[in-house]
């Protein structure tokens, strides 16, 4: 089992930056080959695919809304992934989740990954 907890999420004025981190413990990253995915989702709306990471790190995906201003990363050792999200605009309003695919490659459905935490809000005014 992988337990996932998300931090970082607050209120930040439209052009803000905030810098999500993803916790993971009950099993390790240096032994499990867990791709990783952030995704998020605004009320009344689905949940969507943010950013993907695979499990060494060398191969990052972005949802065409957020290239160019989120970076995803990963700290295999520390067992952290994390969201940086620059310039960020009222529609990026949504809770965050993060979730775990055990796989070393990325894939943008929802329906793929095992494992999720419990969300984290983000708030963009404008």
């Known amino acids: 089992q992988l337990q996932l907890v998300e931090s970082g999420g607050g209120f930040v004025q439209a052009g803000g930056s905030l810098r999500l981190s993803c916790a993971a413990s009950?099993?390790?990253?240096?032994?499990?080959?867990?791709?990783m995915g952030w995704f998020r989702q605004a009320p009344g709306k689905e949940r969507d695919f943010v950013a993907g990471i695979n499990w060494s790190g060398s191969a990052t995906y972005y949802a065409d809304s957020v290239k160019g201003r989120f970076t995803i990363s990963r700290d295999n050792a520390k067992n952290t992934v994390y969201l940086q999200m620059n310039s960020l605009k009222p529609e990026d309003t949504a809770v965050y989740y993060c979730?775990?695919?055990?796989?070393?490659?990325?894939?943008?459905?929802?329906?793929?990954?095992?494992?999720w935490g419990q969300g984290t809000q983000v708030t963009v005014s404008s």
């Open positions: 979730a775990a695919d055990y796989g070393a490659v990325v894939r943008t459905r929802d329906t793929a990954y095992d494992y």
């Open positions: 009950g099993r390790t990253f240096t032994n499990y080959a867990y791709a």
